[in-house]
């Protein structure tokens, strides 16, 4: 099969493009996204008419938030969309005429940097996304591992402070609540609002209140070395480094990639995950040790995985 198109759901915009064999974007749709369920399934099928017109594009792949069937065919559950049971794959081939394949987002990525990006020459590798929350996937043996559900590597959930932060999922102490762009912001606000004065530069920012501070104040404040915002970083890290080590504990891979907003900055944030991962790997000193990398193919990675999973088939 040659060209394909991946689709990637985001909170507001829907991105549609054509990808060549080698990972490669030839063209890109993008639609606002509706703030219906059923209008979001319109303008995806929308997209993919759009930028597959005049195409020779053969097959869908659609990365969605949300656990995703073992068919590759049904939303179960996605919390943004409000999709319950949403029988994705049928609706979208109905439109568009082509086959179609549903994968949820964090795992087309994984799946994306695996084949095209920072994966490259792994056949073990485990993905975890710091976006506004905390999402994954894993690779074993060259293959996406999907669970037998299909809701394996929903890593953001697993429970690492026993009795802790409430998370939006129900529990407690989810992993995603110390290590996400939203764990980042609490730190920096946290910071400010206890010691204003060595954050003024980063509350000068905002709008001078602790509550002001967002995520680009923080990753501008911390590249110009402003230390409140390289401690936030540092504490992000200091959780995901230690989470990494449990998942190696798991699935053992011979590489780690770090993709979404926060890894943007690059060894400022990559560099204390691998600290805090070689501190918290049981027996670091007489094991090899799973490279710590950043992703590669940033924001196209759920896109140019899901077109690359539905060449697959
Ligand atoms: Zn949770």
Redesign the pocket.
């Known amino acids: 099969m040659g060209l394909t198109i991946g689709v990637d759901i985001g909170g507001t915009k829907i991105a549609a493009g054509v990808v060549d064999e080698a990972g490669a974007i030839l063209e890109t749709s993008t639609v606002p996204t509706p703030p219906t369920p059923e209008g979001v399934v319109d303008a995806i099928a929308a997209a993919v008419r759009t930028v597959g017109a005049g195409s020779t594009a053969e097959a869908v792949g659609i990365g969605a938030a949300g656990y995703v069937d073992d068919k590759r065919a049904t939303v179960l559950f996605a919390p943004n969309i409000k999709w319950r049971h949403e029988a994705l794959k049928d609706k979208i081939e109905q439109r568009v005429g082509m086959p179609v394949v549903v994968e949820n987002d964090a795992n087309a990525a994984a799946w994306g940097e695996y084949r095209f990006g920072a994966g490259r020459g792994h056949e073990d590798v485990v993905c975890i996304t710091l976006g506004t929350g905390l999402g994954g996937g894993i690779i074993l043996g060259g293959r996406l591992h999907r669970g037998r559900f299909g809701v394996a590597g929903e890593f953001?959930?697993i429970?690492m402070v026993p009795d802790g932060l409430l998370?939006?999922?129900?529990?407690q102490g989810?992993w995603?609540?110390y290590a996400s762009g939203r764990a980042l912001v609490r730190y920096a606000r946290q910071r400010a609002a206890a010691d204003p004065e060595r954050a003024a530069a980063l509350l000068e920012l905002g709008d001078g209140t602790p509550e002001g501070i967002e995520g680009r104040h923080i990753s501008e404040a911390a590249r110009a070395g402003d230390p409140v915002a390289v401690d936030s970083f540092r504490e992000l890290a200091r959780w995901a480094g230690a989470g990494l080590a449990d998942l190696a504990s798991l699935f053992d891979p011979s590489a780690f990639i770090v993709g979404g907003g926060v890894s943007d900055e690059g060894d400022l944030v990559l560099e204390p995950i691998r600290k805090s991962f070689r501190r918290w790997l049981v027996g670091a000193r007489y094991r090899p040790h799973a490279r710590v990398v950043a992703a590669r193919l940033g924001g196209r990675a759920g896109l140019v995985g899901a077109a690359d999973l539905a060449r697959q088939g």
């Open positions: 953001g959930h429970r998370c939006g999922c129900g529990s989810c995603e609540q």
